[in-house]
């Protein structure tokens, strides 16, 4: 019968299969060895057991003797099963589930590292970025330049404890031919040198219009803010500081309309619902709350505990759904109605920075530190891994990921601690987002 798989699937199988017939066809004869080698070892037990310094051993010492030997080589040989069998799956789950993952353009102005990313949902749509260097800064996605530039912070990136709204007028410069790049789904890379990073002495915001005072200032934390949103319908605004409250705004007279109290250690960030007036706060106290607004006489609040380290983030997704990542090295996802445990578990080798999903492909991008930022679907299966090496790719630790799911060339944008955002073309083969 024809194989209706396509051929690159179907030869991709093929491989695979080879692969494990080839490693399971070795491990056959390496447990062949192990066997002859306890069958020597217990013959040259029961010779011992004639005398050992003119003393015959018991048959229960020999036994012992006997079963402490084979079970030890019985343990290396579950050991080898057991890798080799690993090493089969994960190719497998690698090799199956790949995105196509390019790189477009790389946004460079910044002179300290960029703690955050966010597309703007409204038209114009620009690229905003907030760092340590005390700036924020708006970017045309098209051409990589900068378009704003905001100084009214004295602290970096809210680090004086306050949030600021201003507003901006930006001008958006007639796109230029994009360079392409090459289209990679590999998993290789190549350490990088300091002498690779871009030179921020030659910052591309050094020429564009800047604005120094806020509209608004919001200034009723006693710590660094690490996070603001917006509440559906824009007339309020939730911050969320380490002093360890979350703190909802009316934007129009600044007024502190409400202190969310709770959590036991610092925020580290604070999302809203795109469509309800929800809000979830993360935390360094291993959890992350759900604060309900929906009712103005009743504002209620749920703990979501299944992290055991900080909370990095917490977002909505689809649905009556929750992604969370922590730097327990974990992103979890999570049914609003039922907050026992995680519909879904995905595991990492390293700490989770800001996370963000994907709405309409339900794609989850996972910033991490050790500099790499991967892709998950909803259920926990990997798509795939941003390419880096010694031309393309973070530098540094990724800290935070924005998708912009209607534009038509970069839809993923990333930033981190190497003073640079980047955007990236992701396109999921049909064959996937059928799964």
Same mark, same amino acid.
């Given at each position: 019968?024809?194989?209706?798989?396509?051929?690159?699937?179907?030869?991709?199988? @093929? +491989? &695979?299969?080879?692969? #494990? !017939?080839?490693?399971? *066809?070795? /491990?056959?004869? $390496?447990? @062949? +060895? &192990?066997?002859?080698? #306890? !069958?020597?070892?217990? *013959?040259? /037990?029961?010779? $011992?057991?004639?005398?050992?310094?003119?003393?015959?051993?018991?048959?229960?010492?020999?036994?012992?003797?006997?079963?402490?030997?084979?079970?030890?080589?019985?343990?290396?040989?579950?050991?080898?099963?057991?890798?080799?069998?690993?090493?089969?799956?994960?190719?497998?789950?690698?090799?199956?589930?790949?995105?196509?993952?390019?790189?477009?353009?790389?946004?460079?102005?910044?002179?300290?590292?960029?703690?955050?990313?966010?597309?703007?949902?409204?038209?114009?749509?620009?690229?905003?970025?907030?760092?340590?260097?005390?700036?924020?800064?708006?970017?045309?996605?098209?051409?990589?330049?900068?378009?704003?530039?905001?100084?009214?912070?004295?602290?970096?990136?809210?680090?004086?404890?306050?949030?600021?709204?201003?507003?901006?007028?930006?001008?958006?410069?007639?796109?230029?031919?994009?360079?392409?790049?090459?289209?990679?789904?590999?998993?290789?890379?190549?350490?990088?040198?300091?002498?690779?990073?871009?030179?921020?002495?030659?910052?591309?915001?050094?020429?564009?219009?800047?604005?120094?005072?806020?509209?608004?200032?919001?200034?009723?934390?006693?710590?660094?803010?690490?996070?603001?949103?917006?509440?559906?319908?824009?007339?309020?605004?939730?911050?969320?500081?380490?002093?360890?409250?979350?703190?909802?705004?009316?934007?129009?007279?600044?007024?502190?309309?409400?202190?969310?109290?709770?959590?036991?250690?610092?925020?580290?960030?604070?999302?809203?619902?795109?469509?309800?007036?929800?809000?979830?706060?993360?935390?360094?106290?291993?959890?992350?709350?759900?604060?309900?607004?929906?009712?103005?006489?009743?504002?209620?609040?749920?703990?979501?505990?299944?992290?055991?380290?900080?909370?990095?983030?917490?977002?909505?997704?689809?649905?009556?759904?929750?992604?969370?990542?922590?730097?327990?090295?974990?992103?979890?996802?999570?049914?609003?109605?039922?907050?026992?445990?995680?519909?879904?578990?995905?595991?990492?080798?390293?700490?989770?920075?800001?996370?963000?999903?994907?709405?309409?492909?339900?794609?989850?991008?996972?910033?991490?530190?050790?500099?790499?930022?991967?892709?998950?679907?909803?259920?926990?299966?990997?798509?795939?891994?941003?390419?880096?090496?010694?031309?393309?790719?973070?530098?540094?630790?990724?800290?935070?990921?924005?998708?912009?799911?209607?534009?038509?060339?970069?839809?993923?944008?990333?930033?981190?601690?190497?003073?640079?955002?980047?955007?990236?073309?992701?396109?999921?083969?049909?064959?996937?987002?059928?799964?």
């Amino acid at each position: 019968m024809d194989s209706k798989l396509p051929s690159s699937v179907r030869s991709t199988l @093929l +491989e &695979l299969f080879g692969q #494990i !017939e080839r490693e399971f *066809e070795n /491990l056959y004869i $390496e447990n @062949l +060895e &192990l066997r002859r080698e #306890i !069958e020597t070892l217990n *013959e040259r /037990l029961a010779a $011992e057991g004639q005398a050992v310094d003119g003393a015959e051993l018991s048959k229960g010492q020999l036994k012992t003797k006997a079963s402490h030997s084979t079970s030890q080589l019985s343990q290396k040989l579950k050991t080898t099963y057991k890798a080799s069998t690993s090493k089969i799956v994960s190719s497998f789950k690698t090799t199956t589930s790949r995105a196509v993952c390019q790189l477009v353009k790389e946004y460079i102005g910044h002179r300290d590292g960029i703690w955050d990313v966010s597309v703007a949902r409204t038209q114009p749509v620009v690229l905003g970025t907030a760092s340590a260097d005390h700036t924020a800064l708006l970017w045309s996605i098209e051409t990589g330049r900068c378009l704003v530039k905001y100084t009214g912070h004295v602290g970096s990136a809210s680090g004086d404890q306050t949030a600021h709204i201003w507003r901006y007028a930006v001008q958006l410069p007639t796109p230029q031919p994009v360079a392409d790049s090459s289209q990679i789904g590999g998993e290789d890379e190549v350490e990088c040198s300091d002498k690779d990073e871009p030179d921020a002495d030659g910052d591309a915001s050094s020429d564009c219009p800047t604005i120094r005072a806020p509209l608004t200032s919001l200034k009723s934390h006693q710590g660094v803010v690490m996070a603001a949103d917006w509440l559906v319908g824009g007339k309020q605004a939730v911050t969320a500081s380490w002093d360890r409250t979350a703190n909802l705004y009316e934007v129009e007279t600044a007024e502190l309309v409400h202190s969310l109290t709770g959590h036991d250690q610092e925020l580290t960030h604070c999302c809203t619902h795109p469509t309800q007036r929800l809000v979830v706060t993360s935390s360094r106290d291993t959890t992350f709350r759900l604060w309900d607004f929906r009712d103005p006489s009743i504002h209620s609040v749920n703990v979501f505990q299944g992290h055991t380290d900080t909370v990095t983030s917490a977002v909505f997704t689809v649905g009556d759904n929750v992604v969370s990542g922590s730097d327990d090295r974990t992103v979890k996802v999570w049914d609003l109605k039922n907050m026992r445990s995680p519909i879904a578990t995905i595991r990492t080798d390293s700490a989770i920075n800001r996370i963000n999903v994907c709405v309409g492909q339900k794609i989850i991008a996972l910033p991490h530190d050790n500099r790499q930022v991967r892709l998950f679907d909803m259920s926990g299966v990997r798509l795939a891994r941003l390419p880096r090496s010694s031309r393309q790719g973070h530098r540094r630790m990724v800290c935070c990921s924005a998708w912009s799911e209607d534009h038509p060339v970069c839809n993923l944008f990333t930033c981190g601690f190497d003073r640079q955002a980047i955007g990236w073309n992701i396109n999921i083969p049909a064959l996937l987002q059928e799964k």
